[in-house]
C-alpha cells in the first residue's frame, strides 16, 4: 500500500497486479483508513488508467456474492457513476422500470447516496422496497419478475471497510466509477452515465476487459452523468470490442430541450414522487413533461442495449409504450411486492398523489 501510494504520488501508473493487490488489502481491511483515504486522494489526483479499473474491478468481483439469473434476451444494467453537478432526480432507476416494461431483463445494481443526495436505494426505499432482500431472492425477482435490484451492501460486503472513509472523504472517488463495472449478476449490456466526458471511452473499454458485450457509455455536457436533454451528450458504444464514438442531440432523439430548473428534484422523497409520477400518472394523463422525456431517452438506450429494439425510433415508441400501458408501473409494484415491501406507499401516492 505504502509503496503504491508514493507511486501514484509521482504521477507513475500501477501495474495490473499492483492494483489488484492494493484493493485486495483495503477489501479486506489490511489497510487502515488513512492509508485508504491517501491511496483514493493520490489516485484521483494522478487519474486512472484503464488498466487499474479493470484490476480494480477484478478483485471486487471476486469479493462480491454473485448470481445466475436464467433469462431470455440480454441481462442490462442502468447502474451509473453518479457524483455528477446537477442534482436531478434518478434517471437510471425509473428508466430501468421502463425498460423492463418493455420486455427487457433488467439487473440493476445501485446503493444509497454517498457523494449526491439521493441514490437509487434511498428512492426505492421511499416508494416502499425492501431493501433487505437476500441474494438469492434477488436471482429469483429478475427471473420472475423481469427486474432485480442488487443493493451494493447485500452483494458486496466487503465494501464495509471503505464506506467510512468515503462519507468523511465526501468526494467522488475510484469507487464511484467501479460500482457500475462490478454488476453481480453479470449483466451482459450496459446503459453507464459518467460524471466526467473524459471516461467514456476508458469505461467502455473497462467494460469489454470484463466481459461486457454491448454498453453504451454517456455523458451530458451541461454536466448531467445521463443521456441529457438540456444540450448534446458525448456518447461511447461499446460492441463486441469495437468502441466508437458520437454526440446526441435531444432533437436527434425527437425531444425538445429542457432547462435545469424543469428537471430539479433530488431528494429521495422528490425523486421517488417523480418515479411515481412518471410511471402512474403518466398511464393516467399522458401527460409529457421535461421529466419525462428525460426518463424516456434512457429507457430507450436501456431498450436498445436489450435487443428491444432497432432503432432510436423504435425504441422510444417502445419506452411509451411501456409507460402508457401501464406496464412499466406493474414493474415497480411486482418488484416492491416480490422483495416483502410495503405497498402501502404507493397506495396512499395513488390516492392522494403525495407522501403522507
Known sequence: ????????????????EEAEDVMNEILTGKASEVQTAAFLTALGMKGETVEELTAFAS?????SIRIHPRVSGTLVDTCGTGGDRLKVFNVSTIAAFIAAGAGIAIAKHGNRSVTSRSGSADVLEALGFNLSMPATLVERSIEAVGIGFMFAPTFHPAMKNVVGVRREMGVRTTFNLLGPLTNPAGAEA???GVYDGRLTEGLAKVLHNLGVRRALVVHGLDGLDEISTLGQTKATFLEDGDVSTSYIRPEDLGVRMSKREELEGCTPEESALTVFRILYEGVCSGRLGPKYELALVNAAAAIQLGGGAGTVAEAMEAARESIESGSAYKKLVSLISFSGGDLSKLEVLENYGRFS
Not at 1 to 16: F, H
Not at 59 to 63: F, L, N, V
Request: net charge positive; with cysteine; charged share 30%.
Open 59 to 63: 478483485a471486487m468481483r471476486k469479493c
Open 1 to 16: 500500500m505504502k509503496e503504491s501510494i508514493t507511486k501514484l504520488l509521482a504521477k507513475q501508473d500501477l501495474t495490473s
Open 190 to 192: 450496459q446503459l453507464l
